[in-house]
């Protein structure tokens, strides 16, 4: 009897050894099935990309009427919101090259520039864009700047001098001035009266719609980046190291104003109350109508991204630079954050 049971006991020690021994290998066997033969269903909406991401950078922006605003930036990137910026749509655009400024005539008619000297327009809100052959350099061709006026004049500028009209809104752009070793880094007009602002302080001005310009003496040796006027008469540009200049004649002497910070100040504007300037480390500058009395801090103490454009949108602003942001009651909200 006792053998018996003994021999029963080994018996069931050894099922259970045999069982132990196979889950391992009907486990595998169980994932080998699923992973070869069952097919999880695809989350469609949680695929889509989003239209604003965290890496994108936006380094221009144009608002042409209160509710629309497009921006265009890093990679060939162009997104336009129909709604004050509540939500965003990407649009497609030909190629990759970096995108460093936008300007529209309308809420139809925009055009945007950007490295290797590209230029895309479109006619139809952006439903589509299309490249357009402009006048190259042999050595650079990088555009900084675009701006657009009444009657479908467009002025581009950037490296070599490169100094681009156009007066059929974007279809065609001839060069206005020879090649010349330095950069303009911003055009601005009010009527038949320009300037243009660019390296080691050079500045330039037109009294006859961009037919001929003339060297204007400066008090800087560092670069200007951005320059505003806010009519024929008084104007402000704004540059390195927190460079702020000052005219009150049409920019035929420009006066140094105080600085207040030693941040790059990379756009300047007039908002229809006082002077606003935006730059690196989230500065931001402003000033009275008559230039004087600067006053300077961070456009939020949360953000230090570094800003290449400040527009007017509706009741507030909307930012370029390492990320896009609206800036409404001195709350800023940065776009694809949330």
């Not at 265009?72 to 919101?81: E, L, P």
């Not at 606003?276 to 004087?292: E, F, M, P």
């Not at 007017?312 to 630079?321: E, N, P």
Request: glycine share 14%; proline share 2%; aromatic share 8%.
């Amino acid at each position: 009897m006792l053998k018996a049971i003994n021999g029963l006991g080994k018996a069931a020690r050894s099922g259970v050894a045999l069982t132990t021994s196979a889950a391992p290998m009907l486990i595998i066997g169980a994932l080998l099935y699923t992973a070869f033969f069952v097919k999880a269903e695809p989350q469609v909406g949680n695929l889509q990309a989003r239209s604003i991401e965290r890496r994108d950078a936006f380094y221009g922006v144009a608002v042409p009427q209160a509710d629309v605003v497009w921006a265009a930036g890093s990679y060939g990137k162009v997104v336009r919101s129909d709604n004050a910026g509540k939500s965003w749509g990407v649009q497609p655009t030909p190629g990759d090259a970096h995108l460093q400024a936008i300007s529209a005539w309308d809420a139809e008619r925009a055009v945007a520039v950007g490295n290797h000297g590209v230029v895309i327009v479109t006619a139809d809100g952006g439903k589509s864009w299309r490249e357009i052959e402009v006048p190259h350099s042999e050595v650079a061709n990088k555009l900084m700047q675009v701006r657009s006026y009444a009657g479908g004049t467009g002025w581009a500028v950037g490296e070599m001098g490169a100094v681009l009209r156009t007066r059929d809104y974007g279809a065609s752009w001839t060069r206005v001035l020879d090649e010349k070793d330095q950069a303009w880094n911003d055009i601005f007009f009010v009527g038949e009266d320009g300037w243009m602002v660019g390296e080691f302080g050079r500045m330039m001005r037109t009294r006859d719609g961009g037919e001929s310009w003339s060297t204007i003496d400066s008090p800087l040796e560092s670069s200007l980046m951005s320059v505003h006027f806010r009519d024929a008469s008084n104007g402000v540009a704004v540059g390195l190291a927190g460079a702020v200049l000052v005219t009150a004649d049409g920019g035929a002497v420009w006066t140094e104003a105080r600085r207040v910070t030693r941040e790059h100040l990379n756009c300047v504007i007039w908002d229809g109350s006082r002077w606003v300037a935006v730059g690196d480390k989230g500065i931001r500058v402003t000033a009275g109508a008559d230039g004087s009395g600067w006053t300077g801090g961070r456009i939020s103490e949360q953000d230090l991204s570094w800003r290449t454009q400040i527009a007017r949108a509706g009741d507030g602003f909307v930012l370029a630079g390492a990320n896009l942001a609206q800036l409404e009651h001195d709350q800023l909200h940065i776009i694809g954050r949330d």
